[in-house]
């Protein structure tokens, strides 16, 4: 059974420390011992690329269902609310106000009260509740980081690390 990743990368880094150390030892004999051991770490890297790379492909094929069930999702919930409201103004047109069958019964029936605002700033202050909304712009702050060298207090840059497989 191969070892994962983490082992391989372990022994690899025990060796060339191990190698180091070695005061006797040429730097032509310590390069050729880690790349021949590293034939075994570098296939396992390369699986595990191999993987990655399968991964990211099924998950695009399963964001593309996603979004063929969505827009199908999409159109039957509209022709359902077209539908719904369709029979609901055709049954108070003829004065129908139930239907009932073994499998369900339709009922038009009264909503409660809704408020419509026709002038907001006749309503007053006791009904009303004011928020404050704080955005921070991230992509304003790096530009002035980067591009101006502002430094601004409460925030820093920070360069991280990713892998790109190509």
């Known amino acids: 059974m191969s070892k994962p990743l983490f082992a391989l990368a372990d022994e690899y880094l025990e060796l060339a420390r191990v190698l180091s150390d070695e005061q006797d030892m040429p730097n032509e004999i310590i390069d050729e011992i880690l790349d021949a051991y590293s034939g075994e770490l570098d296939t396992k890297c390369w699986n595990v690329a191999a993987m990655v790379l399968?991964?990211?492909?099924?998950?695009?094929?399963?964001?593309?269902?996603?979004?063929?069930?969505?827009?199908?999702?999409?159109?039957?919930?509209?022709?359902?609310?077209?539908?719904?409201?369709?029979?609901?103004?055709?049954?108070?047109?003829?004065?129908i106000n139930e239907l009932a069958s073994p499998e369900f019964v339709v009922k038009v029936c009264d909503n409660p009260p809704k408020v419509i605002l026709d002038d907001e700033d006749a309503i007053p202050d006791d009904y009303k509740e004011e928020e404050t909304v704080v955005t921070i712009r991230k992509d304003v702050l790096r530009r002035a980081m980067l591009d101006d060298g502002e430094i601004i207090p409460g925030c820093h840059l920070e360069k991280g690390k990713r892998l790109k497989i190509s």
């Open 54 to 95: 399968q991964f990211e492909g099924e998950a695009e094929m399963v964001r593309t269902v996603e979004k063929r069930i969505v827009a199908r999702r999409k159109n039957l919930e509209g022709r359902a609310d077209w539908l719904r409201n369709y029979l609901l103004v055709n049954m108070i047109r003829t004065g």
